[in-house]
C-alpha cells in the first residue's frame, strides 16, 4: 500500500538554526499538509498546499515557515530559525483530493531544538 | 480555535468486549469526518471516514456513527483486541483544513 515517506526520522538542531524536514506524499495524491505534534498533545495543522501555493495556514505557520514542492516528489517544510518551542513532531499528510478524501500520514520527524 | 473534541481522555475495555468512543464536534459547517489511530511513535492512521450527509458507516470491525442534530460523532470498535490499544483522535474536515480533538487513549486488558 502507497504510503507517505518522511526524512529524518529524528532531527536535532540549534535554537536559531535552520532545519528542512522533508517529505515524499504518495504519488497521485495533490494536496499536501504540515502538521504538528508536541508531546503528548493533539495534532494540530500548520499548512495546506495545492497547485505550488498554500491553500490555508494556521497561526501556528508564521514567517519562520515555509513550505515548497521542489519537484515532482518531494514536499518540504523549512523553520528558519528554530527557538526550543518548535520541538515537536511533524507529521506531513497528503490527500488524493480535497473533498471527501482522507488524509494519510507519514510516521513524522521528531524534532528537537536545544 | 479548534472546534473538534472528544467526552473522555481515556477508556479501558476488557478483551472481546465493544469499546465507544466518543466526539463532540462544534462547527456545523464541518462536511466529513475522520476517525484516526495513533500508535507510539507512529503518524495517525485512517481508520473510517463518514460525510455529512450520511449517519453511520461501518467498516471492518468499526463503525462511525453521526449525529448532526447534537453535533456529536462516535467510534465503535467491535471485539476489542490488544492490537486496538492507541489513541484516536475524530478530526472534521473544512475546505483545506483537517481539525483534530485531543484524543481518547484506549488500553485493552487481558
Known amino acids: 500500500e502507497p504510503e507517505v515517506t518522511q526524512t529524518p526520522s529524528h532531527q536535532v538542531t540549534q535554537m536559531g538554526q535552520e532545519v528542512i524536514l522533508r517529505c515524499v506524499p504518495i504519488s497521485n495524491h495533490l494536496y499536501f499538509y504540515w502538521y504538528r505534534q508536541i508531546l503528548g498533545q493533539k495534532v494540530e495543522f500548520l499548512v495546506s498546499f495545492y497547485n505550488n501555493e498554500i491553500s490555508e495556514k494556521s497561526e501556528i505557520f508564521d514567517d519562520q515557515f515555509s513550505v515548497e514542492r521542489p519537484d515532482g516528489s518531494n514536499f518540504t517544510l523549512k523553520i528558519r530559525s528554530t527557538k526550543l518551542e518548535d520541538s515537536a513532531m511533524y507529521f506531513c499528510a497528503s490527500s488524493e483530493s480535497i473533498m471527501w478524501s482522507p488524509l494519510h500520514f507519514g510516521n513524522g520527524t521528531r524534532l528537537t531544538v536545544t | 480555535g479548534e472546534s473538534v473534541g472528544l467526552h473522555l481522555p481515556t477508556l479501558s475495555v476488557q478483551e472481546g468486549d465493544n469499546s465507544i468512543i466518543n466526539c463532540a464536534y462544534s462547527n456545523s459547517a464541518s462536511d466529513y469526518f475522520i476517525w484516526y489511530k495513533q500508535e507510539s511513535g507512529k503518524g495517525p492512521q485512517f481508520i473510517i471516514d463518514i460525510r455529512s450527509n450520511m449517519d453511520k458507516r461501518q467498516g471492518q470491525r468499526v463503525t462511525v456513527l453521526l449525529n448532526k442534530t447534537v453535533k456529536h460523532l462516535s467510534l465503535q470498535i467491535a471485539a476489542t483486541q490488544p492490537g486496538d490499544s492507541a489513541v484516536y483522535f475524530c478530526?472534521?474536515?473544512?475546505?483545506?483544513?483537517?481539525?483534530f480533538g485531543a484524543g481518547t487513549t484506549v488500553t485493552v486488558r487481558a
Open positions: 478530526a472534521e474536515k473544512n475546505d483545506y483544513k483537517l481539525s
